[in-house]
């Protein structure tokens, strides 16, 4: 197994953060959630307002706090989004590598290798998409289509 702190490289993050914008990303999240289930429109919303939106927790702790909830808890698709996000956001791969080992020292260890897993099959995806200068959408939907 390679070392997963370098499964995604610096000039692939480098090309994904070129890319991205923190308010595009938060559309493409709450469009394809409102499309999936319009219901969920007021949901989405008010999460969003309260947890993207504000100033109450900076982005990158807000990752940090989902990736390695998700690492416990969410399925492989919700964390390969989170992690995607958290890099966008300025959190390095040694970072959420280490934030996921943490999450599974207390959350369970046997849930390290599914963890793993997920950056395994995210490396080569990512720096797949930074190649062809993919922005939000484009990596949501090769997220969901890969981890589908």
């Known amino acids: 197994m390679d070392d997963l702190r370098t499964l995604i490289d610096d000039k692939s993050v480098l090309a ?5 914008s923190s308010t595009a990303m938060r559309a493409a999240m709450t469009g394809k959630l409102h499309l999936a289930y319009p219901p969920m429109h007021p949901w989405t919303e008010g999460t969003e307002a309260t947890f993207y939106a504000t100033d109450h927790i900076a982005d990158r702790d807000r990752e940090r706090c989902l990736i390695a909830l998700l690492t416990v808890t969410g399925p492989p698709l919700s964390m390969a989004i989170h992690i995607y996000w958290g890099l966008m956001e300025g959190i390095d791969m040694p970072e959420i590598c280490h934030v996921i080992a943490l999450a599974s020292c207390y959350g369970g260890v046997p849930k390290l290798a599914p963890a793993f897993a997920v950056l ?27 981890f589908r």
């Open 16 to 20: 994904l953060r070129a890319a991205y």
């Open 120 to 146: 395994q099959r995210l490396g080569p995806l990512l720096a797949d998409l930074a190649a062809r200068g993919a922005e939000p959408t484009d990596v949501l939907d090769a997220l969901a289509e890969d």
